[in-house]
């Protein structure tokens, strides 16, 4: 019988009912007393130079209260990176200023050059359209394309960037003569030019901030669609805008999806408090879509050469890879680690090589910042290998699957210093790989495609054997590649005098279900019912300073330090008890939400143990401080490495050149699983935006930096009827061997795993049908590139 | 969006009076019309809605085949001329989305003459004579270009009128993003010759495929066709297929739509 | 500004609106309900649906004015009358058919239209009715679960569980 409450229970989530029944509350679904509506003044070419912005006239209209322009942000700090990378040269990256509002030029489509506070949306709508009337902007030629961004000189997203290009790193620089010897040696090598397209990450939530200030106690208040408050706070309050973080408080509410675009500090975000601060109203602001088109931070956009070299049988002897890879206008947050250490640490994949090399050239164009998206980095990394691969078993007339099984790390072989710098702790790669095999009975793939021959249709298999690091991150390491953030988390576990659980936690939930699930692992601990634990996340007045959540890092990290405080718990709890009991504190065994006196049936429960806490009668002052709260902070000694095997069978139409995902088989290692129904959950959302990545969404913008896929009329979003239901396993489990809960991590993996799989099962199809002339397809691998393939 | 004056006439008559002021739009169903004005891309003064009119509301059997109100919703349509004409029923039942076929009509889509609209592929197709408030226009002559048609200033589609064929099926290949049709091919057999309308396709809008209506007037088959090209000369180019893809969508999908009329 | 009045979750409402306030800033800002989200502009994602006269309408597209003594519902009103979660609420819980909960309003209107005309939907046709609602999270394997068990359909065998 599968358990029905605490760790590994499909508990339902609680969080629903409020969803269910439109009782969530958004950020921009709070009424505020005397508020008043931003709108921004946003570029509508993609570099130019701001002129004069005459404000008159719109200062004049009705409801108008107040005009920012970049001048007013011209002595305030830039929205910094993350992250300092180093070029191969050692010389560090190039690090423009990032401003409040554009100030001397604008350098995207959408950049905000000026706001427009008003008393509604209307009114302040009309005078942003007036003022961007009044505002001169000398357009200059649009830097779009990173090859030319990088050619030509002359032209600068940022004047003091000559070649436009943020850094040019190599992944270990060290070991590039040996890769390159090793890959003159090979006895074979395979080639492959890969385009990973650019996508708008398009949380189905648009951005949205409030701003509040008191002038009677100079405390400011910043409400926000945030996945990490207090990553949010320390940016805007001590890096942008000056304010102590004491001043501040920051509330990420419900958040409607993230997917990456939501761990960012925006400039909107200032723009808010600075304009409550001024006016002493609230200020708020909410992102039409199109806003959110032209400014959410994008995700991927590299172009990559990947070569391999191997011998004839198929084992892999070296990798190495050039990207370009595109930043944007600015560096988002996150921005200068997602190509770098997000991405060339997994270029060896699931696989022991012994050389591998990877070059990335992160490049400035006249575009929306690009930066971490479900996955980030690592389903560029997995992408280029499980497609290189697949050309290898193409070119030399290999199984794929034995490809894989020849090349995949053995689990005697843990722990495993890959040679781009990670410790894989634990894993069996060919367990995933088997599990694979057997869910999509690749045995009966043949008749499977006789049948859709017979409805005049190509099927085609795709595999991807994938690992990624997650769980981010190890502080110590993280800071000597370049973090400027500690990654820890933390959470403090109140028990209140009746027994019943209040947790705060700085991971923050945004569709991940972190209520039900922490609930859950503290509830088995304490031995308690979950529903006398609650989750508290979001509010940097009521959470103990954490990280918040990206990188499939909620439960790895945060739980982890949610664990350890429920253990500070017991452990002190253990001591009231002894005192209760007249027993040895060591005597005491803590079990099925009982303190007990060890050989005896002498016990106390939890909540008898909470109620002496605060109601200290019978209680060691004088040793033992009253109350039961703890908290912890923990930092991960490692990565946590999930890992998989993904199986996709597509159906091709020839005539038309569309692409049928009919049958999608995962089969994963997370580790331990606490709650089964909501990691199934996580792995169909990431396994549906790898499929948009891979048949259906793309990012364009025109020679002159206008965006075109600027909308849901051209952006192409996964709908129902674009996925087939997903068959997914996670039974192989091999514990993280560094976190108490032996979790992995989910968020990230069918993002990551799938692409390449759908992408395999594509060209598998179409060689299947005799087009054996197409090597490969960037993706996404729409209709009508499938066509012009075929009759290419 | 701007502002703007709201008026909801219930007949004809009402609606021509105001929609011959100043400023004045008319407004159907509004699914096109409405995101275009938050785009502040229309701006008009007095909005004038037709879809309170009694009189252009509803399907019927008449004189010249099949009568539809103008102000009658994709969703009515899909379920009332089911009996009577099942490829239009179907054509309207794969408009947009259900919440877009609750609202949208049949006179709103053709007014607007999307060049990536299903509704005028019928229209054109089936021979229908298009009804105004002052006239009768037939489809060859109504459909003029790019949201471009014959209707003058002041001018609204009351209904219109479709002579039913004995055989037609509409196929539609979705753009993936909009769900609009990248390429619609409709295709009516009367007793008198085959019609063929594709929408999506050509860089001028809807249009007949007129060596395809002669082939497979002689010939009602899917191998009628198989000989013909499409000039990709005359079709449009797009982030979603180029001209030489939407003209082999042409020829594809209209082989399916003669397989699909059966 | 013109006084609109209709029938919103069974009770009369009025309020004053411009000729361009939509239906779903009347409920949003006009009546407080903020339950139907608004999540695009151009009439596409779906999360502001609600039901017109028993049809499923995207709020966002039509005028408050258009629908002056119209019987609206919305996701506050689906509840059932004790306040427990209706049969298709309750599936999206139980088949956790939702996660961030921002397209939820607008997937479980046209869910609930949808088993109004078609009670025993096959998997294609849930998918295709809810071709208008997008949603980032579930890749919509539990959406078209949870619609699918609703309507009295044994889904234990739609995927390995």
């Known amino acids: 019988m599968p358990k029905d409450h605490g760790i590994g229970a499909s508990s339902k989530r609680r969080e629903d009912i409020r969803f269910l029944t439109g009782r969530g509350v958004y950020t921009d679904d709070m009424a505020l007393h005397a508020q008043a509506a931003a709108v921004f003044v946003r570029s509508n070419v993609a570099h130019g130079r701001i002129g004069k912005i005459d404000t008159t006239k719109a200062s004049a209209m009705p409801g108008v209260l107040a005009i920012f322009t970049g001048e007013d942000f011209k002595d305030v700090g830039g929205n910094p990176a993350g992250w300092l990378i180093n070029s191969r040269d050692g010389t560090p990256m190039r690090e423009p200023k990032r401003p409040v509002l554009a100030h001397g030029k604008v350098r995207h489509v959408g950049d905000a050059y000026a706001a427009v506070i008003a008393e509604t949306v209307a009114q302040a709508k009309d005078a942003a359209e007036q003022l961007a009337e009044d505002s001169v902007i000398e357009e200059l030629p649009a830097i779009v394309d990173m090859k030319a961004a990088v050619a030509d000189a002359s032209n600068r997203v940022h004047d003091e960037i000559p070649d436009n290009v943020c850094f040019d790193w190599g992944w270990i620089e060290d070991n590039r003569a040996a890769v390159d010897a090793a890959m003159k040696a090979a006895p074979h090598v395979v080639t492959l030019n890969l385009v990973n397209n650019r996508l708008i990450p398009n949380a189905m939530e648009p951005r949205a901030s409030i701003g509040e200030y008191n002038p009677g106690t100079g405390d400011y208040k910043l409400t926000t669609t945030s996945q990490n408050p207090h990553l949010t706070r320390l940016l805007v309050a001590a890096f942008v805008l000056g304010i102590p973080e004491n001043k501040l408080t920051v509330v990420a509410p419900d958040v409607g999806g993230g997917f990456g675009s939501k761990i960012y500090h925006y400039g909107e975000e200032a723009l808010v408090l600075a304009a409550a601060k001024k006016l002493g109203r609230p200020v708020r602001w909410t992102a039409e879509r199109s806003e959110s088109f032209l400014t959410d931070a994008h995700g991927r956009d590299h172009v990559t050469k990947i070569e391999l070299g191997c011998t004839k049988d198929g084992e892999i002897l070296a990798i190495r890879t050039e990207t370009l890879a595109n930043v944007g206008a600015y560096l988002s947050n996150f921005s200068t680690a997602t190509p770098t250490f997000l991405h060339g640490t997994l270029m060896s994949g699931p696989y022991k090589v012994p050389h591998v090399y990877v070059n990335v050239k992160t490049v400035f164009t006249n575009t929306a910042p690009v930066d971490a998206y479900r996955g980030a980095g690592r389903p560029e990394a997995t992408y280029s290998l499980e497609r290189v691969i697949d050309q290898m078993c193409r070119e030399l007339g290999l199984d794929p699957f034995e490809v894989r099984r020849k090349n995949l790390l053995t689990p005697d072989q843990f722990p495993y210093q890959s040679p781009v710098g990670l410790l894989y702790d634990t894993g069996n790669y060919q367990a995933t790989l088997d599990k694979a095999v057997q869910m999509a009975d690749v045995a009966g793939f043949e008749k499977r495609a006789a049948e859709s021959k017979a409805r005049g249709k190509l099927r085609g298999m795709g595999l991807s054997t994938w690992i990624e690091a997650c769980g981010i991150a190890p502080s110590n390491l993280v800071g000597i590649l370049g973090s400027r953030v500690g990654l820890f988390d933390a959470a403090t576990v109140r028990v209140n005098a009746t027994g019943n659980i209040s947790v705060m936690v700085g991971a923050h939930s945004h569709g991940q279900g972190h209520e039900t699930v922490f609930a859950q692992i503290v509830a088995e601990k304490l031995g308690i019912p979950e529903s006398s634990v609650d989750i508290v996340h979001g509010d940097t007045s009521k959470i103990p300073f954490g990280m918040g959540s990206y990188g499939s890092r909620s439960l790895a990290v945060c739980g982890t330090a949610m664990t350890k405080a429920v253990d500070k718990i017991i452990a002190k709890g253990k001591k009231i008890a002894a005192h209760m009991l007249e027993a040895a504190e060591g005597d005491i065994t803590f079990e099925d939400g009982k303190f007990s006196v060890s050989g005896t049936d002498k016990a106390k429960t939890f909540g008898e143990i909470a109620f002496s806490a605060y109601v200290p009668h019978n209680y060691p002052l004088e040793t033992l401080e009253p109350g039961l709260e703890e908290t912890a902070f923990y930092d991960p000694a490692n990565f946590t490495y999930p890992a998989g095997a993904y199986i996709c069978e597509v159906e091709v139409d020839e005539g038309t050149g569309k692409v049928e995902v009919v049958a999608f088989h995962c089969a994963d290692d997370f580790g331990n699983v606490m709650n089964p129904m909501i990691v199934e959950g996580q792995v169909h959302g990431g396994v549906g935006q790898g499929i948009g990545q891979a048949l259906l969404e793309f990012t364009t913008y025109d020679e002159n930096g206008q965006l075109l896929t600027g909308s849901y009329m051209d952006y192409p979003m996964p709908r129902a009827e674009d996925v087939p239901f997903y068959n997914v396993d996670y039974s192989c489990q091999t514990p993280c061997t560094h976190n108490p809960l032996g979790v992995k991590g989910c968020g990230e993996a069918g993002a990551i795993g799938s692409p390449p799989a759908v992408v395999n099962a594509v060209i598998d199809a179409l060689h299947r049908g005799g087009h054996t002339h197409v090597k490969h397809i960037d993706m996404p691998v729409s209709p009508s590139r499938v066509w012009s393939a075929i009759n290419g | 969006m701007h502002n703007f004056d709201f008026a909801k006439p219930s007949t004809i008559a009402d609606a021509a009076n105001a929609l011959a002021g100043e400023g004045a739009q008319a407004l159907s169903g509004g699914q096109t019309l409405i995101p275009t004005m938050k785009q502040r891309l229309a701006a008009p003064g007095v909005l004038v809605s037709l879809t309170g009119i009694a009189e252009m509301q509803g399907v019927c059997t008449g004189d010249g085949g099949l009568h539809i109100g103008a102000a009658t919703s994709h969703a009515v349509v899909a379920k009332d001329a089911h009996p009577h004409y099942r490829a239009l029923a179907e054509l309207a039942g794969g408009i947009g989305d259900p919440a877009v076929r609750s609202r949208g009509t049949i006179g709103g889509s053709i007014a607007n003459n999307d060049p990536a609209a299903c509704y005028p592929s019928a229209v054109l197709a089936s021979g229908a004579t298009v009804v105004t408030n002052k006239r009768r226009i037939g489809s060859d002559d109504y459909f003029q270009g790019l949201f471009t048609t014959a209707l003058e200033e002041g001018e609204f589609i009351t209904s219109v009128v479709f002579p039913i064929p004995q055989k037609a099926a509409y196929v539609k290949f979705n753009q993936p993003a909009s769900r609009f049709a990248l390429t619609g091919v409709f295709v009516a057999k009367f007793a008198n010759g085959v019609r063929v309308a594709v929408t999506g396709a050509g860089n001028d809008g809807v249009f007949r495929w007129k060596e395809a209506e002669a082939a497979l007037s002689a010939n009602f088959s899917a191998s009628a066709i198989s000989g013909l090209t499409v000039d990709p000369a005359g079709m449009n180019t797009d982030l979603h297929g180029s001209a030489a893809y939407r003209a082999n969508l042409v020829k594809v999908l209209t082989g399916r739509a003669v397989t699909a009329a059966g | ?161």
């Open chain 3, 1 to 161: 500004m013109t006084k609109v009045s209709m029938t919103v979750n069974g009770k009369a409402v009025s309020g004053e609106v411009e000729g361009r306030t939509l239906l779903s800033s009347f409920l949003r800002e006009g009546l407080g309900m903020t339950g139907t989200h608004v999540g695009c502009d151009t009439s596409q994602c779906g999360a502001c649906v609600v039901h017109v006269d028993g049809k499923p309408v995207k709020s966002c597209t039509v005028f408050a004015s258009d629908v002056a003594g119209a019987t609206v519902k919305t996701i506050e009103g689906m509840a059932n009358a004790d306040g427990s979660l209706s049969v298709l609420q309750q599936s999206f819980q139980d088949h956790h058919g939702l996660q961030c909960g921002f397209c939820t309003p607008g997937m479980v209107m046209s869910a609930a239209a949808l088993l109004a005309e078609n009670p025993r939907p096959t998997e294609h046709e849930v998918r295709h009715y809810l071709e208008g609602n997008i949603c980032r999270c579930t890749g919509y394997h539990n959406i078209v679960k949870s619609v699918m068990a609703a309507s009295g359909q044994d889904v234990s065998a739609l995927a390995a569980e």
